[in-house]
């Protein structure tokens, strides 16, 4: 056995002060799923995932509030720009957040992305005006920029055996916030309405009332960032004249001749900063990954508006507390899901084949949700609340595979950058979402006698057109297939 030590493959350099190499030690002589670290992956991620939707029940009505829409049927389009200005502040910066992680470290971009949650949310639900509403949304998304790095972190403070679970973690708890976000968004707005004996309508809550929702999103967030201090960093600072001198043998046995080896070599930046554009399994899993995240934010938008839209419309009719309801249960439904079901599911399949079957069983439960006006009572409460959870559980099976191909093809010196386009690229998409989305469902309310797809039913046609294009880019030779 002591000649097997010598077998350069075998040895694993650690140095000393580095954070990465502590962390890559920490890895070697971890057994069993290290749940305090994932448990840390995901309430980051969920601090930042809940203020991007959680003003989807109520925006209808803030939008009427702020006295802009000449007509009933023009709120969906105002609103859709609100709803954009965050995407597109973050596609802005993804990159630069990108590269700043890869440079200076992951933990810096996940402390300053949650403190912007604090300070820009806050000021949202203090919104006087239609512009201030847009500004401030635009801000949060240009100083948020910790989902790329998060990606990279997941992957890097987990054993290679643990990173589906990682990046599970890192798409359920994203979709979970953009469920229990929005339920917060209906319980809570418009207090002084809903809890008179609770708020007064001369209260702050009552003067501005969809504060409270993002006030207490902002307070969870402050939270967050005190407890993301104690955070290890991933990030290998170090070279080669500085190795330590007392590396453990039994770390090193432990070592093997996966990725890992290679996440400690020094690197030539400039060459691998441009070979990004050249990998063509990142680029293509991003491109997929753009196509789904733009379905994914208009049916996010599009599902609130058309829940709160009235019948006339072609509408539920639900009030914010209601469409509260319908997200909350979706989200416990999530958290249930990526314990039990989706690891065993990647790991059976593989993530392209768990996307592919999970769009194709979208398409038909999309269409589906035209005909839900026609019930009434008991019948759509339990056909509304279905469809929610199996359309979120599709997402975020497709989000998890494509999040788990993007990493797989890159190395870690890499992996911020690339996730930070990644970003960019999801941004611009998702920025097009709401706006497109509020767009098409103001137009389709116009057309309610059209003889084609009459009313909301050419809005969640077109939510299938963009389902199905992303079903289709899953095959090769779009997309490279991973070795199983």
């Known amino acids: 056995m002591a000649e097997e030590y010598s077998v350069p493959l075998l040895k694993k350099k650690y140095y000393k002060d580095c954070p990465g190499c502590k962390v890559d030690q920490m890895k070697e002589l971890q057994h069993g799923i290290p749940f305090r670290e994932l448990l840390s992956i995901w309430i980051v991620v969920l601090c930042t995932a809940l203020p991007i939707s959680s003003l989807f029940p109520f925006l209808y009505f803030m939008i009427r509030d702020f006295h802009i829409a000449e007509q009933e049927e023009d709120i969906g389009s105002y609103a859709g720009y609100v709803g954009s200005a965050f995407m597109l502040g973050r596609a802005l910066t993804s990159v630069l957040w990108g590269i700043f992680a890869d440079r200076y470290g992951r933990k810096p971009v996940i402390i300053m992305g949650t403190i912007s949650v604090v300070i820009f949310n806050t000021l949202f639900g203090l919104s006087v005006n239609f ?231 979208s398409i038909p439960l999309l269409q589906s949700y035209s005909w839900m006006p026609l019930l009434s009572g008991f019948a759509l409460g339990l056909a509304v609340n279905c469809a929610s959870i199996f359309k979120s559980l599709f997402s975020v099976s497709i989000i998890t595979g494509l999040f788990i191909l993007q990493n797989q093809a890159v190395e870690q010196h890499q992996r911020g950058a690339a996730n930070g386009l990644a970003m960019t690229a999801m941004s611009l998409f998702k920025a097009i979402g709401p706006a497109g989305g509020g767009a098409l469902f103001s137009w389709a309310e116009k057309r309610q006698d059209a003889s084609f797809l009459p009313g909301i039913q050419m809005v969640f046609f077109m939510l299938n057109v963009v389902q199905v294009i992303g079903m289709l880019l899953t095959f090769e030779p779009f997309l490279p297939q991973p070795q199983r």
């Not at 290998?236 to 070592?255: G, T």
């Open 131 to 361: 512009w201030m509403a847009v500004i401030t949304r635009f801000l949060l998304g240009s100083m948020n920029g910790l989902l790329g790095p998060i990606k990279a972190y997941a992957v890097e403070i987990f054993r290679t055996e643990y990173q589906a679970l990682a990046l599970s973690s890192v798409s359920t708890s994203w979709g979970i916030g953009l469920i229990i976000g929005p339920a917060l968004g209906g319980y809570l707005a418009q207090p002084a309405e809903k809890y008179p004996n609770v708020f007064s309508k001369d209260s702050v809550f009552g003067r501005f009332p969809y504060f409270l929702p993002c006030l207490i999103i902002s307070l969870f967030a402050l939270a967050v960032t005190i407890a993301t201090c104690w955070l290890p960093e991933t990030l290998h600072k170090h070279d080669d004249n500085d190795r330590s001198s007392d590396d453990s043998y039994d770390a090193l046995e432990a070592a093997t001749h996966d990725s890992n080896t290679k996440e400690i070599a020094d690197k030539d930046e400039g060459r691998e900063s441009t070979s990004l554009l050249r990998n063509w399994p990142l680029m293509s899993s991003i491109f997929v990954y753009c196509v789904f995240s733009l379905h994914d934010m208009a049916y996010s938008e599009i599902f609130s508006l058309w829940a709160v839209s009235p019948r006339r419309l072609g509408g539920l009719s639900y009030s914010t507390e209601d469409v509260g309801q319908v997200l909350a249960i979706t989200g416990f439904s999530l958290l249930v899901f990526q314990f039990s079901t989706y690891p065993y599911m990647e790991r059976m399949l593989g993530p392209v084949m768990v996307a592919r079957i999970s769009s194709l069983l």
